[in-house]
């Protein structure tokens, strides 16, 4: 049994470049460069140019697949022999075992009772071995620990892990290396794994760029985290955006206070009806969890709280938003009874 | 009022590498290059490798915009001035309105009675001026010919029109330019303007390129068309790919006779599950239209009959479907109760 060493604030030097750059390498081949889109309709409804960076589009349908192919490929033989655990609500489970059944290893996958059918039914078709928990964060952390010293698996955190904040960071790398000159990017942020990266792979290519997170107004400790200064815990959340339950770590934290602007909120009602507009008028199916990161922009009091700057050639504000997953279950859409 | 002169089949020279170039040209900064994308599992589950060209997520929802906007941008400003007249079941309605509103001129759209909701409102939001009709061909003809009469405005038949296959053609160039070393191109007909243009395209960069046309066992007449050497009519079909219920034309025939290898069949029921399949593993939403052009490939025997020759190096084949559009209601999702 191997464990990641402690976390010390004082000491820490998050992710480089190089090391972003050697995850992009060694994942490249096993994920898919996402497409960039564009829709005129939703520009001309908030008077901007979005360019949305479909990680929907993802192999296992998330982001998640970049952080855990990084790690788990990065592992010696004698590292990876006892298999992968984790904890997850479904997406970084999936990527685990996806990534973990390429190498060859089992993967072990703790995830809370409430997590969607979709995703229980996408991890097992992986090969991943469940092991279900209360949708505590407490009781994922519990249940995580007594199953890596049952097995003596790896464990492959879902984001307070420099492996994985490194491949979660290869998106904003592809993001900004095709579109140069976004203004801002916007992330959804739950244990902060992708808005980490998203901070380190962008600002390592253009300091100015801003980023922002987005975070559901009921699961909003990201937001209070950030305005208090002080890392704020959320032992439990009831979200449609099944994917942004958890709460960040000291990690995440630490990149986040230096990096991020600002978190926006969004009820709801806001999540439901973003993703369904996204489905009608891009025809791309994005989970509750990818919309967070869109719902804000549709609110012209937010638009204009951002003070993007008119760009010189008179164009609009180029919003760069990540789309981070598309597992949804087709049978319940959260707009229909 | 102007009208397109008869075909005759005798003296026919289907359009040009030169039209479809200029058409490509012509419609460029209008259209999206749509992505192409790939599928591990949907791979595995047919032995081949997918390559889709993704129309669902064109402007307007589909390729039909293509077409569209090459016959109105190719007008001179006396032939639009009195605006444009179409007859469609939805998708060559949005286009045409889409077109004519960037060229400030009025569309007049016949559609049938039972076009589905979704498609009459796109055709609204672009300022198209509807009239409906019944749902067979005879009277989509009689009623777009007296809307013609009234209005003098000019006529873009949704297929059987050269400007129209050449722009449908730039799908298949975009295609091969892309992906230059696919065994076979599979696309849907209904009228054949895609499939049509899909031969042109494609044979002229690859002569050696298989062309397979596939439509509803509910709406036969290409296949039935193909099989006997005689134009076949179809005036009423009840499939529930609402994009597949027209029939070929002369010209539209005459161009499938010489290229298409053959027409394959596929039952409402493998429509409806191939349609959720995509949906679930790809996360893009495709119409029941598109889903039959990757339905048949997704019956083992289908794919022994193509008899597909082993790579060179052993790869599988390599098969390009094209995704026709993504127009549907999302409250009425062809799989739930």
Same mark, same amino acid.
């Given at each position: 049994?191997? $464990?990641?060493?402690?976390?010390?604030?004082? $000491?820490?030097?998050?992710?480089?470049?190089e090391?972003i +750059?050697? #995850? =992009?390498?060694r994942?490249?081949?096993?994920i898919? =460069?996402?497409?960039?889109?564009?829709?005129?309709?939703?520009?001309s409804m908030? @008077?901007a140019?979005?360019?949305?960076?479909?990680?929907?589009?993802?192999?296992?349908g998330?982001?998640?697949i970049r952080?855990a192919?990084n790690?788990?490929?990065?592992? +010696? !033989?004698?590292?990876?022999?006892?298999g992968i655990?984790?904890? +997850?609500?479904?997406?970084?489970?999936?990527? /685990?075992?996806?990534?973990a059944?390429?190498?060859?290893?089992?993967?072990?996958?703790?995830?809370p009772k !409430?997590?969607?059918?979709?995703?229980?039914r996408a %991890?097992?078709?992986?090969?991943?071995?469940?092991?279900f928990c209360?949708?505590? /964060?407490?009781?994922r952390k519990?249940?995580?620990?007594? /199953?890596?010293?049952?097995?003596?698996?790896?464990?492959?955190?879902?984001?307070?892990?420099?492996? %994985?904040?490194?491949?979660?960071?290869t998106?904003?790398k592809e993001?900004?290396?095709?579109?140069p000159?976004?203004d801002?990017?916007?992330?959804p /942020?739950?244990?902060?794994?992708?808005?980490?990266?998203?901070?380190?792979?962008a600002k390592?290519?253009?300091?100015?760029?801003?980023i %922002?997170g987005c975070e559901?107004?009921?699961?909003?400790?990201?937001?209070?985290?950030?305005?208090?200064?002080?890392?704020?815990?959320?032992?439990?959340?009831?979200?449609?955006?099944d994917g942004?339950?958890?709460?960040?770590s000291?990690?995440t934290?630490?990149?986040?206070r230096? =990096?991020?602007e600002?978190?926006?909120?969004?009820?709801?009602e806001?999540?439901?009806s973003?993703?369904?507009?996204?489905?009608?008028?891009?025809? %791309?199916?994005?989970?509750?969890?990818s919309?967070?990161?869109?719902?804000?922009?549709?609110?012209?009091?937010?638009? #204009?709280?951002?003070?993007?700057?008119?760009?010189?050639?008179g164009?609009?504000?180029?919003l @760069?938003?990540?789309?981070?997953?598309?597992?949804?279950?087709?049978n319940?859409?959260?707009?229909?009874p």
């Amino acid at each position: 049994m191997t $464990t990641a060493p402690a976390f010390e604030a004082t $000491t820490y030097h998050a992710p480089s470049w190089e090391a972003i +750059s050697e #995850a =992009h390498a060694r994942i490249a081949p096993r994920i898919h =460069h996402t497409p960039i889109l564009t829709s005129a309709s939703l520009d001309s409804m908030a @008077g901007a140019s979005f360019f949305f960076k479909c990680e929907n589009l993802q192999k296992t349908g998330s982001f998640k697949i970049r952080g855990a192919a990084n790690a788990v490929l990065s592992l +010696s !033989n004698e590292q990876a022999g006892h298999g992968i655990v984790t904890q +997850s609500s479904g997406n970084h489970g999936a990527a /685990v075992a996806c990534a973990a059944a390429s190498r060859g290893v089992p993967a072990y996958i703790v995830m809370p009772k !409430n997590a969607p059918k979709v995703k229980i039914r996408a %991890i097992e078709a992986y090969g991943g071995k469940i092991t279900f928990c209360e949708a505590k /964060v407490s009781s994922r952390k519990e249940t995580c620990d007594r /199953v890596q010293a049952e097995t003596g698996a790896h464990l492959v955190h879902p984001y307070d892990d420099d492996r %994985i904040i490194a491949g979660q960071a290869t998106a904003a790398k592809e993001f900004l290396e095709e579109t140069p000159d976004l203004d801002a990017i916007f992330a959804p /942020v739950s244990g902060g794994g992708l808005l980490s990266g998203t901070c380190l792979g962008a600002k390592a290519i253009r300091g100015d760029i801003r980023i %922002i997170g987005c975070e559901p107004a009921r699961a909003d400790d990201a937001y209070r985290s950030l305005a208090t200064g002080t890392l704020q815990s959320q032992d439990s959340s009831d979200t449609i955006a099944d994917g942004l339950r958890a709460s960040l770590s000291p990690r995440t934290f630490a990149i986040l206070r230096r =990096h991020v602007e600002r978190i926006l909120l969004v009820t709801e009602e806001e999540i439901i009806s973003t993703a369904r507009l996204v489905w009608e008028r891009m025809k %791309i199916i994005i989970e509750p969890s990818s919309a967070v990161a869109l719902a804000p922009l549709l609110k012209p009091s937010v638009v #204009a709280s951002l003070t993007l700057p008119p760009r010189p050639d008179g164009r609009l504000a180029k919003l @760069g938003v990540i789309f981070s997953g598309g597992n949804v279950d087709l049978n319940a859409l959260p707009w229909l009874p």
